[in-house]
């Protein structure tokens, strides 16, 4: 038996979605690399690719965007409930609590539970955000984009266009990468047999895990902490000096480059100069580079796609409550493109060592 507590060199499965080298610093989706994916597609196309095997044809994408706006409406009783959780409730716990009220869908999953499940995440994050803000909750509009229709819902507003493209750029990097710990989680749940609604909660739930979802928080918090150029050096020292780490460099898999860092920094360096907070961004990395450099010549860092995604997230409008629960409009699309894949595999089912007392050999 080889024992692995992490499972880091371990592979549990075979997939056809994703492929990831993290010594070349590549991803790509079904063989399209993800930057060129964040650069010249649509939201709505990678979903296609991601859930139907191909990017759609013309005709295919219109009518792929029709049916997902038509998913989009939350039922009556699922606003009910949401309006009952207490206000400080975290936003992850809302949205675990109200995806597992659209009811048991039948296994084994399907495109169709995925898209009823997906387009629903960001209407269920605007409403319970706007019920907390005191605001009347904004229904979906059929007219808009997902993307663009998600800042709607959160704004009241139809957005400007390079809000649309800073967050579509943000949510196409970050619809899927393999086997992390919450797509893991999916798919141990569905090899089970159990039905999609309960694959995408338990997933939710390990995307709460400050190792894991919770890092654009803290990023976002210590941007706004440093909050200037000037302070970002002095800043920076402090917590190198005691042995903090600093959220948003470096990472588990990519030793050299992240691939989904280039899409969203040249975004942030386009509209830096018409906002501030992603020119302190901008700064900081630079900064932040160089003084672990410094501090720590025999290692290497790499800035990673949390960093950046803090800083379009914010730059967007939105605040630290949203950043989380935005990560989960994306990946919620791999989670489930992993559980129709997983849906014909066999219960997963590790061993243990036993490593407590034992009561000795009996006769």
Known sequence: MIMSTDLADVAVAKTKLCFIDGDEGLLEYRGHEVGKLAKNHVFEEVVHLLLMGHLPSVEE????????ALYRSLPEPVKEIINTIPTDVDMLSVLRTAISTLGEFSFPPTVEQSLSICTKIPSIIAYRYNRVCKRKPVEPSNHLGHTANYLYMIKGTEPKLEQVQALEAYL?????????PSTFTARVITSTRA???SSVSAAISALKGPLHGGALSQISMNLQEIGSKENTERWLREKIE???????????????RDPRVLPLK????????????LDLATHVEEMTLQLLKEYKPNKQFITNVEFYAAALLNAVGFDNNLLTATFAVSRSVGWCAHSIEAANGPLIYPQSVYSGPRIGLRL
Not at 61 to 68: C, V
Not at 172 to 180: A, V, W
Not at 266 to 277: E, M, R, V
């Open 266 to 277: 040249n975004i942030a360096i386009k509209l830096s100069g018409n906002d501030s907070k």
């Open 61 to 68: 994408l219109s009518s792929f965007k029709n049916k997902m």
């Open 172 to 180: 196409i990097s970050t619809l899927e990468h393999g086997m992390n």
């Open 195 to 197: 039905d999609i609604v």
């Open 242 to 256: 005691a042995g903090k780490r600093i959220m948003g460099f470096g990472h588990r898999v990519y030793k050299y």
